[in-house]
């Protein structure tokens, strides 16, 4: 499926997800009024992945509550993600989405881009506040958008959050925030807003993205699906997450560069590395990574 951000924001947009072999349709994450977000240039792309500071440009979350019968007609789990200033705007659209049909909601804790707001994912106390309460305002699959983690007591202590309050999905992982990419010719940071800084994605990501599944894979043990992001363009791509324990996918930056025609193309290719592997299902791949024994790619340094 798409990501939320790229290409997910208009009417027109999300018909063609509708329309595309995406799995499900996920909605550019909202906040409570229609934001025109951060000034431009906000974005920028080379081969080697994209960085943004979008500042949740969106039509605000009512007009997507009002969209989400009109997408029922592509027949796939429409999923909103939401993203509020503060906890009861959070609880608000929650709510609403739920009443509007949505069939699971994705939480963005994870947002880097608004100027003067830390990501509450970064802050353990806040983040177990909003989760619990958020819980108890709907009984919808619920899935939590999570930054990059670095080190390992960080997603240890975001796993048994989600455990503890009963989320249905881990999404793993949002761009790795406050990056920086240079235009050494004009001396210049490639994007405006924060002094040039923003999330970074695409495959500047990937290894980042997998090694946070794959922690979160072996503390949630199952009990919690993970969804994989960060540096899908291929089959491969995708194969590598299912290893690390992700059962779905989202694609944000090589969809942005591709459109539509992505997923089918993805989906075959993975299709086809999956035979030529011999496996008959993404089932027999989820979680099943293998770690070096011996000494067999003869590291020397
Ligand atoms: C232009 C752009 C806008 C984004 N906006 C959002 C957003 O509104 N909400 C969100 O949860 N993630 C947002 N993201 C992050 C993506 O959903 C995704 O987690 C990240 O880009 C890594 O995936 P990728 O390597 O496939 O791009 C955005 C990414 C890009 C490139």
């Known amino acids: 499926m798409n990501a939320s951000g790229p290409l997910c924001t208009f009417e027109n947009e999300l018909e063609s997800l509708g329309q595309s072999e995406s799995g499900a349709i996920v909605l550019k994450s909202t906040t409570m009024e229609p934001r025109t977000g951060n000034e431009r240039p906000k974005y920028y792309e080379n081969e080697h992945g994209s960085i943004n500071s979008n500042g949740l440009e969106n039509l605000g979350y009512q007009k997507y509550c009002e969209l989400i019968p009109k997408l029922k007609q592509f027949g796939k789990p429409i999923i909103p993600s939401v993203c509020g200033f503060s906890l009861s705007e959070f609880e608000t659209m ?26 509450v994912a970064y802050d353990f106390e806040q983040s177990e506040k909003y989760l619990s309460a958020i819980r108890s305002v709907t009984d919808k699959p ?16 975001m796993a048994k959050l989600l455990l503890k309050n009963k989320m249905d999905g ?30 970074l994605g695409g495959h500047y990501v990937k ?8 922690t979160f894979y072996n503390e949630l043990k199952g ?22 324990g992700a059962e779905m996918v989202q694609i944000g930056t090589a969809y942005k560069h591709e459109g539509p025609g992505i997923f089918s193309r993805i989906k075959k290719e993975l299709d086809a590395f999956l035979s030529l592997k011999k496996y008959s299902s993404i089932n027999d791949v989820i979680g099943k990574l293998k770690v070096v024994e011996g000494e067999e790619y003869g590291f020397t340094a």
């Open 94 to 119: 929650v709510k609403a989405f739920d009443k509007a049909g949505a069939d699971v909601i994705e939480i963005n804790l994870s947002c880097p881009n608004i100027i003067g707001k830390p990501q």
């Open 142 to 157: 619920l899935w939590v958008k999570l930054p990059p983690y670095f080190e390992l007591i960080h997603r240890q202590e």
């Open 170 to 199: 881990a999404t793993l992982i949002n761009s790795v925030g406050n990056s920086i990419i240079v235009d050494p010719e004009k001396g210049q940071a490639v994007i405006k807003p924060k002094q040039g800084l923003g999330g």
């Open 207 to 214: 290894p980042i993205a997998l090694g946070n599944v794959w």
């Open 223 to 244: 009990k919690i699906p993970i969804i994989g992001a960060g540096g899908v363009y291929s089959g491969k791509d995708a194969f590598e997450f299912f290893l690390c």
